[in-house]
């Protein structure tokens, strides 16, 4: 079975300051990771997704996360964080042939002026 | 091009009602699927539909149900709603047939059951 561990539910960081969200997945099979940015009511927004092609993966608003097999990691970073960055953040795994998406339960960041 | 759009974005309803709630996915997508978002349970998963047809269902009862129209535009309903089912119900929609597609979500519609 699949599953998603999103550690800490909220994290703190200054504006400037790096920015790390955790995440690890459990799959049998080769898995697909997403992170999704939700800010207050509204839905979900792709930041970005690992499909195997490239380990290190870049989306939108200067994130990237790096995918580590030995790690069962999909950890979210940032360099530089920005007071617009503040959001609930998601990761997701979802496998071929299930079309669903298993989702973390979620980590609210907050950026300290 | 328009993004994934759901109607109402809200609603309030008393317990023992029914409730219907649609999605149009974006154009060109044939796959939509539905979730759950409460505090306390996070994200879950309701269904997913691609062609008319449901692919795969989460763990939740009869009582929610859902259906997709041959434009691709789908509606969930919830019958004999319950203070539990107060939440935000998300639609998401993709355009191929393979799951790992990446899900494109609507603004949801925030449901209120008293």
């Known amino acids: 079975a699949q599953s998603v561990t999103q550690l800490g539910s909220h994290v703190s960081v200054s504006e400037g300051a790096l920015v790390l969200l955790r995440c690890n997945y459990s799959?049998?099979?080769?898995?697909?990771l997403f992170w999704y940015v939700q800010y207050p009511n509204q839905g979900l927004q792709l930041l970005l997704k690992?499909?195997?092609?490239?380990?290190l993966v870049k989306g939108i608003n200067g994130f990237e996360a790096e995918f580590k097999k030995s790690e069962t990691s999909f950890h979210l970073t940032k360099p530089s964080a920005h007071m617009s960055d503040a959001a609930e953040y998601f990761c997701?795994?979802?496998?071929?042939?299930?079309?669903?998406?298993?989702f973390g339960t979620g980590t609210r960041l907050k950026v300290l002026a | 091009k328009a993004g994934v759009t759901q109607t109402p974005r809200y609603l309030i309803k008393t317990r023992g009602q029914q409730v219907t709630l649609s999605c149009s996915p974006i154009?060109?997508?044939?796959?939509v699927s539905w979730y759950q978002q409460t505090p306390g349970q996070g994200l879950q998963f309701l269904f997913e539909?691609?062609?008319?047809?449901?692919?795969n269902k989460g763990n939740f009862p009869g009582r929610f149900s859902g259906r997709q129209f041959s434009n691709s535009r789908s509606e969930m309903n919830v019958s004999t709603l319950e203070l539990g089912d107060s939440a935000l119900y998300l639609c998401?929609?993709?355009?191929?047939?393979?799951?790992?597609?990446?899900?494109?979500f609507g603004p949801g519609t925030r449901l209120t059951v008293l």
């Open positions: 799959s049998s099979v080769p898995p697909y």
């Open positions: 998401a929609s993709s355009f191929q047939r393979e799951s790992t597609d990446t899900q494109y």
């Open positions: 539909y691609f062609s008319e047809t449901q692919r």
């Open positions: 154009s060109g997508h044939r796959s």
């Open positions: 997701a795994v979802g496998t071929s042939g299930t079309y669903k998406y298993i």
């Open positions: 690992y499909t195997s092609a490239a380990t």
